[in-house]
């Protein structure tokens, strides 16, 4: 029988079948759409950063950092997959308002041996003469180990190594589960077949509560839907990193267009929305911030939209991870909101590491874990797009 079953294909699911498999476990995994046409890691702007507030973040982050850099361990018959990463910085701009929290943030960042750098008004635009600076007082730049990548080529390498390891996916979707006292005994599947399990990961993305709550457990996580919209202008800018600015609105290049978005406010943000382009936020929200911004942006034009879920955490917006007091032998990594592709290499090894070692010996995430719920405690993150 599979010793561990893992619900969720996508990028955190098969880094941990990947990462099991290679320490020897059998591993069955359960994913509910093999063409990922849904998929976060599919539908995501893709990017990693070390400008978190968290140390495990940031750690996470580099952990992942380390994997894009060097994916030989991905290499299945000797073709080691290339994810197109460009290491092309984060931008976070602050009025004096902002001024505080960055310089916070920035020592903790600089703790952890991220290379980041706070300029001052000047320094932004001597370096980045497009920007308008007029409203700033400091911005903080990540020199090294921040950019882009091909997410969605991440998530099949890690789907490819963990087939190549042994570990089998199915194309089915969970129902339920069997159970004796506090542990999981099977994984009940919509095709009326069973797989017994001595340990269950949840790794359904936003779709992790629906399979939480078939343990009788509750787990903050929701499908928020993001979109994500495609701009040109008539002279690239140069330079260019992806860019957060005070209006929250988000840009940065892919190839010769822009890539932009924007996260509403928890109160104007429902839960599993429809998948669908949310065009007047453009309009209303993204352009305005956009050409105040960067006046070349004031004649811009979009060229196609897209739109993508969020597996939401709506408790503090962190990872949840490991196993929760209520069951045994179920174990969580869910709730991203947002940062999954970039923590996944992370997070796999994370979990191979809890279920075989019985701890965590790479990272500390424990201050992830998901009995926080429990506690009334919350990772109180500062830097969430």
Same mark, same amino acid.
């Given at each position: ?17 990947? *990462?099991?498999? $290679?320490? !020897?476990?059998?591993?069955? +995994? ?22 978190? /507030? ?28 290339? @994810?197109? @990463?460009?290491?092309?910085? *984060? ?7 902002? +001024? ?25 635009? =001597? ?6 600076? /007029? ?5 903080? *730049? !990540?020199?090294?180990?921040?950019? &882009? ?16 390891? !042994? ?13 004796? !006292? ?17 340990? +269950? ?27 994500? @919209? ?9 330079? #260019? ?5 005070? /209006?929250?609105?988000? @840009?940065?290049?892919?190839? =010769?267009?822009?890539?932009?978005? &924007? ?5 104007? $943000? ?8 949310? =065009? ?6 993204? &352009? ?15 060229? /196609?939209?897209?739109?993508?879920? *969020? ?15 209520? #069951? ?58």
């Amino acid at each position: 029988m599979p010793e561990i079953v893992i619900v969720g294909g996508g990028a955190v699911g098969s880094a941990a079948a990947a *990462y099991l498999a $290679d320490r !020897g476990a059998e591993v069955a +995994v359960i994913e509910r759409d093999p063409t990922y046409a849904r998929a976060s890691s599919a539908l995501s702007a893709s990017s990693i950063r070390q400008q978190f /507030s968290t140390p495990a973040n940031i750690r996470l982050s580099q952990a992942g950092l380390a994997l894009l850099r060097d994916p030989r361990w991905l290499a299945v018959d000797g073709e080691v997959p290339d @994810f197109g @990463f460009h290491e092309g910085g *984060y931008l976070y701009l602050a009025t004096e308002a902002g +001024v505080a929290g960055l310089e916070a943030n920035h020592r903790i960042q600089r703790g952890e041996g991220a290379p980041v750098a706070l300029l001052t008004p000047a320094a932004l635009a =001597h370096r980045f003469p497009w920007l308008n600076t /007029s409203d700033l007082a400091a911005g903080s *730049y !990540g020199m090294a180990g921040e950019g &882009w990548f091909d997410g969605y080529a991440l998530m099949q390498a890690f789907r490819r190594k963990a087939r190549a390891l !042994g570990a089998v996916y199915h194309h089915d979707t969970v129902v339920g589960f069997e159970r004796a !006292g506090t542990r999981l005994t099977a994984v009940c599947l919509g095709s009326g077949a069973s797989l017994p399990a001595a340990h +269950v990961v949840n790794a359904a993305g936003p779709w992790a509560r629906a399979v939480a709550g078939f343990a009788g457990i509750d787990l903050p996580v929701q499908a928020r839907a993001r979109s994500v @919209f495609v701009f040109q202008i008539r002279e690239p800018l140069k330079e #260019c990193p992806l860019v957060i600015d005070t /209006s929250g609105v988000w @840009f940065r290049p892919e190839g =010769h267009q822009y890539l932009c978005g &924007w996260s509403p406010p928890d109160a104007d $943000d429902p839960d599993g929305a429809h998948l669908e382009v949310d =065009h007047s936020l453009f309009e209303a929200v993204i &352009w305005p911030a956009l050409a105040e911004r960067v006046p070349a942006f004031e004649t811009l034009k979009q060229t /196609s939209a897209w739109a993508g879920y *969020y597996e939401m955490n709506t408790w503090d917006h962190n990872a949840l991870l490991g196993r929760h007091p209520a #069951c045994d032998n179920l174990w969580f990594a869910n709730g991203f909101s947002g940062h999954g592709i970039q923590q996944a290499a992370g997070v796999g090894r994370d979990v191979a590491e809890r279920l075989l070692d019985g701890r965590s010996t790479s990272l500390d995430l424990s201050v992830f874990d998901v009995d926080r719920l429990l506690h009334g405690r919350r990772v109180e993150e500062q830097n969430i797009i």
